[in-house]
Protein backbone atom coordinates (compact mmCIF):
# COMPACT_ATOMS: atom_id res chain seq x y z
CA UNK A 1 0.00 0.00 0.00
CA UNK A 2 2.72 2.79 1.00
CA UNK A 3 4.74 1.56 -1.99
CA UNK A 4 1.62 2.46 -4.09
CA UNK A 5 1.91 6.17 -3.15
CA UNK A 6 5.24 6.87 -1.21
CA UNK A 7 4.80 10.40 -2.72
CA UNK A 8 1.85 12.06 -2.12
CA UNK A 9 1.56 10.23 1.37
CA UNK A 10 4.35 12.10 2.80
CA UNK A 11 3.25 15.41 1.29
CA UNK A 12 -0.30 15.01 1.84
CA UNK A 13 -1.41 12.07 4.55
CA UNK A 14 -4.44 13.46 5.82
CA UNK A 15 -5.54 14.42 1.91
CA UNK A 16 -5.29 10.53 0.90
CA UNK A 17 -6.80 8.88 3.96
CA UNK A 18 -9.87 11.33 3.13
CA UNK A 19 -9.91 10.99 -0.31
CA UNK A 20 -9.81 6.86 -0.28
CA UNK A 21 -12.98 7.15 2.00
CA UNK A 22 -15.24 9.42 0.05
CA UNK A 23 -14.99 7.55 -3.12
CA UNK A 24 -16.20 4.75 -1.50
CA UNK A 25 -18.94 6.21 -0.77
CA UNK A 26 -19.62 7.71 -4.25
CA UNK A 27 -19.57 4.10 -5.57
CA UNK A 28 -22.18 3.58 -2.93
CA UNK A 29 -25.18 5.99 -3.48
CA UNK A 30 -25.37 5.12 -7.42
CA UNK A 31 -25.39 1.29 -6.31
CA UNK A 32 -28.55 2.03 -3.51
CA UNK A 33 -30.72 3.31 -6.43
CA UNK A 34 -30.01 1.35 -8.94
Known amino acids: ?3 ILP ?3 D ?3 EGLH ?3 LPA ?3 DTP ?3 PL
Open 1 to 3: MNA
Open 7 to 9: LPE
Open 11 to 13: EDP
Open 18 to 20: PAE
Open 24 to 26: DED
Open 30 to 32: PVD
